[in-house]
Each structure stands twice: as structure tokens, then as C-alpha cells.
């Protein structure tokens, strides 16, 4: 897996073109060749609504030859609004001590999940790897 950002979502297909989003994007924090893609919406593990992704996210995707992508995860968006839609807060209620999401200052994304905890005042973003005081 590898992670990319939306750069641009060419569009949401439907009815007969199957459930998929087409979009262009990036990969994050290094360099590579721009992915374009049509993602079918059931290869998301924890995607509700495949008309919520939208530029700006970033997402874990595999590729496979041919520009074919097997897997794909929602990790981040610009807002935590976008997160919430696009992707399902699945944390059972007697967890309540579980975040659901964190914001990173240095990547500036809302990031799905904690951030790794490397003492009590600092966390490390699961994104771009860079600590931050919680
Ligand atoms: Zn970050």
C-alpha cells in the first residue's frame, strides 16, 4: 500500500459504468508518477459513500500494473467534516475514550484514527511521520 492524494476527481460513475469514482492523484511526501484511476467503490474498506471523496484526501491505495488499484483506505481529508462523511467512524460506543480522528499541523489533514503516542506529550502522525505536541 502506498499513499496518495486526490488531486482531482474526474467523476462518480454509476448505473452501468458500476459503482466507481475516477480521479487523478499523487503520491504523498514523495515523488512518483501521477495515478488516474477508476477505483471501484467496493474495493474500500472503510468507505461509505463513494460521491464523499473529493480532492485534498488522502488515501492508501494498492496499485497493481496497468494502473489497476485492488485496495484502497481512507486515511485523511482537509476537514474533519469531509472525514466524517466520506469515511465510518466504526469505534464501539464503550470506547468512548477512542478518538475517532486527529488533526496534524504539519501535514495539515484530518487523519483517521490516534496518532502513535511516543511520550506523554507527543504523538507521531501515521501520515507523514513527523511529531507534534498532542
Ligand atoms: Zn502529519
Same mark, same amino acid.
Given at each position: 500500500?502506498?499513499?496518495?492524494?486526490?488531486?482531482?476527481?474526474?467523476?462518480?460513475?454509476?448505473?452501468?459504468? /458500476?459503482?466507481?469514482?475516477?480521479?487523478?492523484?499523487?503520491?504523498?511526501?514523495?515523488?512518483?508518477?501521477?495515478?488516474?484511476?477508476?477505483?471501484? *467503490?467496493?474495493?474500500?474498506?472503510?468507505?461509505?459513500?463513494?460521491? !464523499?471523496?473529493?480532492?485534498?484526501?488522502?488515501?492508501?491505495?494498492?496499485?497493481?500494473?496497468?494502473?489497476?488499484?485492488?485496495?484502497?483506505?481512507?486515511?485523511?481529508?482537509?476537514? !474533519? *467534516?469531509?472525514?466524517?462523511?466520506?469515511?465510518?467512524?466504526?469505534?464501539?460506543?464503550?470506547?468512548?475514550?477512542?478518538?475517532?480522528?486527529?488533526?496534524?499541523?504539519?501535514?495539515?489533514?484530518?487523519?483517521?484514527? *490516534?496518532?502513535?503516542?511516543?511520550?506523554?506529550?507527543?504523538?507521531?502522525?501515521?501520515?507523514? /511521520?513527523?511529531?507534534?505536541?498532542?
Amino acid at each position: 500500500m502506498a499513499l496518495y492524494r486526490v488531486e482531482e476527481v474526474l467523476n462518480y460513475g454509476g448505473f452501468f459504468a /458500476g459503482d466507481t469514482v475516477s480521479l487523478i492523484a499523487v503520491p504523498f511526501g514523495q515523488d512518483g508518477p501521477k495515478l488516474d484511476a477508476v477505483i471501484d *467503490e467496493h474495493v474500500f474498506d472503510n468507505l461509505k459513500d463513494r460521491h !464523499r471523496v473529493v480532492a485534498g484526501m488522502v488515501l492508501d491505495l494498492t496499485v497493481e500494473a496497468g494502473q489497476k488499484v485492488t485496495a484502497a483506505r481512507i486515511v485523511a481529508a482537509r476537514t !474533519r *467534516e469531509e472525514l466524517r462523511a466520506a469515511v465510518s467512524c466504526d469505534t464501539p460506543p464503550h470506547q468512548g475514550y477512542r478518538i475517532c480522528a486527529y488533526r496534524c499541523p504539519r501535514c495539515d489533514l484530518w487523519v483517521r484514527g *490516534e496518532p502513535e503516542r511516543v511520550s506523554e506529550r507527543t504523538c507521531r502522525c501515521r501520515v507523514c /511521520g513527523e511529531t507534534f505536541t498532542a
